[in-house]
T-cell receptor, first 110, second 122 residues
Framework: EDQVTQSPEALRLQEGESSSLNCSYTVSGLRGLFWYRQDPGKGPEFLFTLYSAGEEKEKERLKATLTKKESFLHITAPKPEDSATYLCAVPRFGNEKLTFGTGTRLTIIP | DTAVSQTPKYLVTQMGNDKSIKCEQNLGHDTMYWYKQDSKKFLKIMFSYNNKELIINETVPNRFSPKSPDKAHLNLHINSLELGDSAVYFC?????????????????????FGSGTQLSVL
């Protein structure tokens, strides 16, 4: 069965302390991978789509990268407002459905 | 203006009751979804609708009955609520067209989510 696993489950960083979140998947014929951000009490919000190994996308302090087996969300010099749960998702069944990972809960301490 | 709005935000009810959650999107999207997020934050698709037509039913018990009166609205009715139904339910929409010979293609699409309905069954 296709699986999407995110690690770590939770991450606490000091403001300005850079780190990376991981999303690994066991999906044959991966055609793309999505990153979403979810704030407490809200629905997920789209961040990035990556289509092929080697691709990178950036938005402010976030950079997403993709290899053949995993994706990383790098956060550089984070600020408290970057605190959120970050979810990755992959399309499956001919791209008709998204399988989401369980997320990484990121907390940035001022 | 909220792009995808769902009501109520919180729903507390007893086992065995019937309840509904409403969802509306003002983005002009063709496709709408219901997702369930459990206590471990695992987000799972329940239903996909395109232009009022059910496209995907992800083996959800038939106590759950979605209804789409028009392509801007997708409501979820739940009969005989059970303890295990407690979760956060998210409505979402996307500008994804459906072709019968190709199905839905989410690869190039963004999903826009509502703020969720936290359902607690006591």
């Amino acid at each position: 069965e296709d699986q999407v696993t995110q690690s770590p489950e939770a991450l606490r960083l000091q403001e300005g302390e850079s780190s990376s979140l991981n999303c690994s998947y066991t999906v044959s014929g991966l055609r793309g991978l999505f990153w979403y951000r979810q704030d407490p009490g809200k629905g997920p919000e789209f961040l990035f789509t990556l289509y092929s190994a080697g691709e990178e996308k950036e938005k402010e302090r976030l950079k997403a990268t993709l290899t053949k087996k995993e994706s990383f969300l790098h956060i550089t010099a984070p600020k408290p407002e970057d605190s959120a749960t970050y979810l990755c998702a992959v399309p499956r069944f001919g791209n008709e459905k998204l399988t989401f990972g369980t997320g990484t809960r990121l907390t940035i301490i001022p | 203006d909220t792009a995808v709005s769902q009501t109520p935000k919180y729903l507390v009810t007893q086992m065995g009751n019937d309840k509904s959650i409403k969802c509306e999107q003002n983005l002009g999207h063709d496709t709408m979804y219901w997702y369930k997020q459990d206590s471990k934050k695992f987000l799972k698709i329940m239903f996909s609708y395109n232009n009022k037509e059910l496209i995907i039913n992800e083996t959800v018990p038939n106590r759950f009955s979605p209804k789409s009166p028009d392509k801007a609205h997708l409501n979820l009715h739940i009969n005989s609520l059970e303890l295990g139904d407690s979760a956060v339910y998210f409505c979402a929409s996307s500008q994804t067209r459906f072709e019968r010979d190709r199905g839905l293609d989410l690869l190039n699409e963004k999903l826009f989510f509502g703020s969720g309905t936290q359902l607690s069954v006591l």
